[in-house]
C-alpha cells in the first residue's frame, strides 16, 4: 500500500459527460500528479500540483482540468468525453529528496481509476 | 526529445533461470532514474531510484544499476511472483523544478515454475 488513495475504482459514462477523478497523496507530500495509461501510448504525465499551485504541464488535453486544495487533495476533471479517454487514470505524489541540486521527486502511484466512455 | 526505451518487449523465464531487463536513455540532463513494477490493473509500485552513473541498489532478488546512457534491472534466480510488468521512468533536465516522469513502454515478465 502506497498510502495515495484513489476514487471511484472504476467509473463508466457516455460519451460527453464530465466526471470527476480524486486523490488523496500521502502523508506529508506537497506534490500531486496526474498521468493516464492507455494500451498504445503507456503511461503519460498530465499534471503536477505543489502545495496547490500548478507546477507542471504536460499533454494534457483542454478538456480537463484539475486542482489541487488546501487539504492537499486533488481531483482532476474530464469533460466533453470521448471513446479515447478510455484509460487508467493514476495520481502519485511525491516530497522532495533535497541531495543538494538538482531536485528529485520520487513518486509514489494510487491504485488507479479506471475509466471506460461507452 | 526527451525518450526511455525499454527490451525487450516480453521475457519468459523459468523459475530460478537470472536475467536482465534494459532501460536505455536519452535526455537532457539527467536527475533521476527510477524503476517500477507493475500488476495487471494496478498502480506501478517503487523499486528503486538511481541518480548517478554506477550507482547499484538492491532489493531481494532484483539488482539496478545505472551508466551514461543505459539501466540494467537484474533478476536473479526469479519466482513465479515476480512476474510482472517492470517500467522505467526519468526525470529530466537539471536545473528542472518539477517532478515529470518520463515511462519506456515497459518489459513484461513472466516466470514459469
Known amino acids: 500500500d502506497s498510502g495515495v488513495t484513489q476514487t471511484p475504482k472504476h467509473l463508466i459514462t457516455a460519451t460527453g459527460q464530465r466526471v470527476t477523478l480524486r486523490c488523496s497523496p500521502r502523508?506529508?507530500?506537497?506534490?500531486v500528479y496526474w498521468y493516464q495509461q492507455s494500451l498504445d501510448q503507456g503511461l503519460q504525465f498530465l499534471i503536477q500540483y505543489y502545495n496547490g499551485e500548478e507546477r507542471a504541464k504536460g499533454n494534457i488535453l483542454e478538456r480537463f482540468s484539475a486542482q489541487q486544495f488546501p487539504d492537499l487533495h486533488s481531483e482532476l476533471n474530464l469533460s466533453s468525453l470521448e471513446l479515447g479517454d478510455s484509460a487508467l487514470y493514476f495520481c502519485a505524489s511525491s516530497h522532495n529528496l533535497y541531495r543538494g541540486l538538482p531536485l528529485v521527486y520520487e513518486q509514489y502511484f494510487g491504485p488507479g481509476t479506471r475509466l471506460t466512455v461507452t | 526529445e526527451d525518450q526511455v526505451t525499454q527490451s525487450p518487449e516480453a521475457l519468459r523465464l523459468q523459475e530460478g533461470e537470472s536475467s536482465s531487463l534494459n532501460c536505455s536513455y536519452t535526455v537532457s540532463g539527467l536527475r533521476g532514474l527510477f524503476w517500477y513494477r507493475q500488476d495487471p490493473g494496478k498502480g506501478p509500485e517503487f523499486l528503486f531510484t538511481?541518480?548517478?552513473a554506477g550507482e547499484e541498489k538492491e532489493k531481494e532478488r532484483l539488482k539496478a544499476t545505472l551508466t551514461k546512457k543505459e539501466s540494467f534491472l537484474h533478476i536473479t534466480a526469479p519466482k513465479p511472483e515476480d512476474s510482472a510488468t517492470y517500467l522505467c521512468a526519468v526525470q529530466a533536465g537539471y536545473s528542472s523544478n518539477t517532478g515529470k516522469l518520463i515511462f519506456g513502454q515497459g518489459t513484461t515478465l513472466q516466470v514459469k515454475p
Open positions: 538511481l541518480y548517478s
Open positions: 502523508s506529508g507530500d506537497l506534490s
